[in-house]
C-alpha cells in the first residue's frame, strides 16, 4: 500500500495478522506461552536455519529477529540469500524464510495467485497435502457467484493458513513517496507503480 506525504522518503510499518492490511490487526501476545508451546512443538534447543534476502534492511529486521527468538531460548542462524538464489534448491534447507509478496490491484487474484504461483518460494515448503486442501478452497473463490461470496471464501481460506502456520504474516510496508505539489492527480497501478498516463502538471 502506498501513501504521499511532503517529507522525505519512508518506509513505515503495519503490524499484519492477513494478506489483506485493512484486515490487520494487532495480535495478543502471551510470552509466558511460548515456553509451554516450545515444549509441545518438540523444540530442543537445537539451531535453526533462517534465511533472509541479502539487502541491509532485511538482514537488520532479521538480526532483530534473532535477538528476540532468543529471549525465548530459540537459537537462529541467519543465512542470506540473493535474487539470483530464488530457485535454488539449497533454500529448501530453510526451516525459517523470510519473503515479502507484492499484490496487485485486484487484491483477490493476488491472494490466490500468491499460493498456485509455483515460482515463489513458499510454495516449495507446501506438502502435497496442504497444496491439495487450499486448492480446494481456491475452488471455492474462483466459482464464488458474487464479490460478497467470494470475501467469505477468501476468509474461510485464511483461517485454515493460521490455524496450520503454513506461513507467518509479520508486517505491511507502508511507503511513503514524495512528489512535487505541481504533480496533480497522482494514482498508483499494479504493483504500487504510478499512473504516469493520469498525472499533469500544474502551471
Do not use: C
Request: no cysteine; net charge negative.
Amino acid at each position: 500500500m502506498n501513501k504521499l506525504r511532503s517529507a522525505s522518503d519512508a518506509e513505515d510499518f503495519q503490524e499484519a495478522s492477513s494478506y489483506f492490511p485493512w484486515k490487520s490487526k494487532p495480535q495478543k501476545k502471551e510470552p509466558t506461552k511460548v515456553s509451554g508451546l516450545l515444549k509441545e512443538a518438540g523444540y530442543n534447543d537445537e539451531t535453526l536455519n533462517v534465511y533472509i534476502l541479502e539487502k541491509k534492511s532485511e538482514i537488520e529486521r532479521g538480526e532483530l529477529f534473532q535477538r528476540e527468538a532468543l529471549k525465548a531460548g530459540i537459537h537462529l542462524d541467519i543465512q542470506t540469500y540473493t535474487l539470483d538464489q530464488y530457485y535454488d534448491p539449497l533454500l529448501e534447507q530453510a526451516d525459517l524464510l523470510f519473503m515479502g509478496e507484492v499484490a496487485s490491484t485486484d487484491y483477490h487474484l493476488s491472494f490466490m495467485g500468491a499460493f498456485l504461483n509455483k515460482a515463489l518460494i513458499f510454495n516449495r515448503f507446501l506438502t502435497e497435502s496442504q497444496m491439495s486442501k487450499l486448492n480446494i478452497f481456491f475452488e471455492k473463490i474462483k466459482q464464488a457467484p458474487d464479490p460478497l461470496t467470494r470475501e467469505e471464501f477468501i476468509e474461510e481460506t485464511e483461517n485454515y493458513i493460521k490455524k496450520e502456520n503454513l506461513f507467518i504474516y509479520l508486517y505491511h510496508p507502508m511507503k511513503n513517496r514524495v512528489f512535487h505539489p505541481m504533480i496533480r492527480d497522482i494514482q498508483f497501478e499494479s504493483f504500487g507503480y504510478v499512473d504516469f498516463r493520469r498525472i499533469w502538471v500544474k502551471h
